[in-house]
């Protein structure tokens, strides 16, 4: 048995989900063979993983499967195996794109600040180490440096575009996973760039090319400088870069020979 609450929260996302899943979700999991319609729907495959996840924190796959069939086999009981319950899972792995796009903009607070987005990543390690490799999902991953925490790691980088709230955390726009070998300004110029126009993008670095491309789409770029560990001022390069960054916004210039110029 689970409380009460839990099983409000539980009837509220079966709802949304079917919801979702009947204006949307439903066109990027269509199937065309004889088992079009199983008896265990793919409403219930996304409630069972999002629920498990938001309120029992498991995640993974086989405690979840073990926490659906001991204690939620009331609510669903055309559960599958947990064989069949995998291959249902990976079956909707586009279907989750569509799903968190959905919900980005149904729960969007309202204090999200429509001018400042904030581009970050945080890395995702299958591997630790400067000299060893990772045989994790090999096709998807690679060997990257994280200057935050001085590692050398193998895996991938989860990237984000958030808009700034004041007092809290950011609220994300854009969610991606590349290989821990992609720059992060690199992805936000590939995948985010041309879709934030007239924004300003905090950052902690920028390099003369995308400083150029950001101008041209009149991006406004703020750079944030670190202080090192035990210094209560900033290096003297700092202070430069601050002043440099600081003193004109970047806009639309004619002038992409020189990108630092602020003109």
């Known amino acids: 048995m689970i409380p009460k609450e839990k099983k409000l929260i539980l009837i509220g996302l079966y709802m949304y989900i079917c919801d979702v899943h009947k204006s949307s979700l439903r066109f990027h999991c269509q199937r065309f063979s004889n088992n079009s319609n199983p008896e265990f729907t793919d409403e219930e495959?996304?409630?069972?993983?999002?629920?498990?996840?938001?309120?029992?924190?498991?995640?993974?796959?086989?405690?979840?499967?073990?926490?659906?069939?001991?204690?939620?086999?009331?609510?669903?009981?055309?559960?599958?195996?947990?064989?069949?319950?995998?291959?249902?899972?990976?079956?909707?792995?586009?279907?989750?794109?569509?799903?968190?796009?959905?919900?980005?903009?149904?729960?969007?607070?309202?204090?999200?600040?429509?001018?400042?987005?904030i581009v970050d990543s945080m890395p995702i390690v299958t591997c630790k180490g400067k000299n060893r490799?990772?045989?994790?999902?090999?096709?998807?991953?690679?060997?990257?440096?994280?200057?935050?925490?001085?590692?050398?790691?193998?895996?991938?980088?989860?990237?984000?575009?958030?808009?700034?709230?004041?007092?809290?955390?950011?609220?994300?726009?854009?969610?991606?996973?590349?290989?821990?070998?992609?720059?992060?300004?690199?992805v936000f110029k590939s995948d985010a760039c041309h879709t934030y126009p007239e924004r300003r993008c905090l950052q902690t670095r920028f390099t003369a090319i995308s400083l150029s491309l950001m101008r041209t789409i009149r991006l406004k770029c703020l750079l944030r400088i670190k202080r090192l560990k035990g210094n209560r001022k900033f290096s003297n390069r700092g202070r430069k870069l601050q002043e440099t960054f600081s003193r004109k916004p970047f806009l639309k210039s004619d002038n992409l020979s020189n990108p630092f110029s602020t003109g």
């Open 45 to 117: 495959v996304l409630t069972i993983y999002l629920f498990c996840g938001y309120c029992q924190r498991y995640f993974n796959i086989k405690e979840i499967h073990t926490f659906a069939k001991e204690y939620l086999s009331s609510w669903f009981p055309k559960l599958p195996s947990y064989q069949t319950f995998c291959v249902r899972l990976n079956m909707l792995s586009e279907t989750f794109n569509v799903l968190v796009e959905t919900m980005i903009q149904s729960f969007k607070p309202k204090d999200c600040d429509s001018i400042i987005s």
């Open 133 to 186: 490799e990772g045989k994790v999902a090999t096709e998807i991953t690679s060997k990257g440096y994280c200057s935050t925490k001085n590692m050398y790691y193998y895996g991938m980088k989860l990237h984000m575009v958030g808009q700034r709230r004041e007092g809290t955390l950011p609220f994300p726009e854009m969610i991606t996973l590349t290989p821990a070998s992609d720059n992060d300004l690199t």
